[in-house]
């Protein structure tokens, strides 16, 4: 009887010692995790909030002027930013680098935001755009922040939905066909709603440990669901 496994002779209180000593282990992992993720949230919040504020003067100063419509060089200018923020995302370089990024998307933002003013109803249509923005990205990251959902799993069909929506804007733009176009925003709405939500929990549970990747994602998130609403609204406005 002295060969038997060691849990047999425990008293019942040394049992539950040990059952507890994983539990602990996992349950201050869990802890130090959850603090990670919790600290890049709140870098990259603070980051992301200069940025929009950035961005949004150099919208300004892009309508004050009366800068034209970039047409495809938007997304030249994008993509080249965007290479670069990836390279410099683990130096001060990076700060520089996204600053760069989302001031060039400002100033592309301006032309757009013009036309819109000058529409009947513009200023409320933009308005109402930026209003709808704000709710759908704080309901999307609430949603996450209060049930710690983890979302990795959406990542393959977000990635395939926004490739497809961006391959449908190309044609909607060379075609000019203004339904196909309205189907994107509308796509754009839902894909980029659910990249909010996706990019909320990566931080919180460690898939994104960068907080200067984590602002560009949420920060091209919102700038392209701030437009496709902008859109939507205004060929409602337009019905009426």
Same mark, same amino acid.
């Given at each position: 009887m002295s060969n038997r496994p060691d849990y047999l002779n425990m008293n019942h209180s040394?049992?539950?010692d040990a059952a507890a000593e994983p539990m602990t282990a996992q349950s201050s992992n869990d802890?130090?995790? =959850?603090?990670?993720?919790?600290?890049?949230?709140?870098?990259t919040y603070a980051l992301l909030?200069?940025?929009?504020?950035? =961005?949004?003067?150099?919208?300004? +100063?892009?309508?004050?002027?009366?800068?034209?419509?970039?047409g495809l060089l938007t997304l030249v200018g994008y993509f080249a930013l965007l290479f670069l923020v990836e390279k410099t995302k683990n130096s001060a370089m990076g700060l520089v680098s996204v600053f760069a990024l989302t001031g060039f998307m400002g100033m592309t933002l301006g032309p757009i935001l013009s036309l819109y003013?000058?529409?009947?109803?513009? &200023?409320?249509?933009?308005?109402?755009?930026?209003? &709808?923005?704000?709710?759908?990205?704080?309901?999307?990251?609430?949603? +996450?922040?209060? &049930?710690?959902?983890?979302?990795?799993?959406?990542?393959?069909?977000?990635? +395939?939905?926004?490739? +497809?929506?961006?391959?449908c804007s190309l044609g909607a733009y060379f075609f000019n066909m203004p339904a196909l176009s309205l189907a994107v925003s509308a796509m754009f709405i839902m894909l980029m709603s659910g990249l909010i939500a996706y990019e909320t929990s990566a931080i919180l549970h460690g898939g994104e440990t960068n907080y200067i990747s984590a602002t560009v994602t949420l920060y091209v998130a919102i700038y392209n669901l701030f437009l496709s609403l902008l859109q939507i609204f205004g060929v409602m406005g337009g019905d009426d």
């Open positions: 040394s049992a539950q802890q130090i995790i =959850s603090h990670d993720g919790r600290k890049v949230l709140r870098n909030s200069m940025t929009l504020i950035f =961005s949004g003067i150099m919208a300004a +100063v892009s309508m004050a002027f009366n800068v034209p419509h970039f003013a000058k529409l009947p109803g513009g &200023t409320e249509m933009i308005a109402m755009a930026m209003g &709808t923005t704000g709710l759908i990205f704080m309901g999307m990251s609430g949603w +996450v922040l209060s &049930t710690g959902k983890d979302l990795s799993g959406w990542g393959k069909t977000l990635m +395939v939905g926004i490739l +497809v929506a961006f391959v």
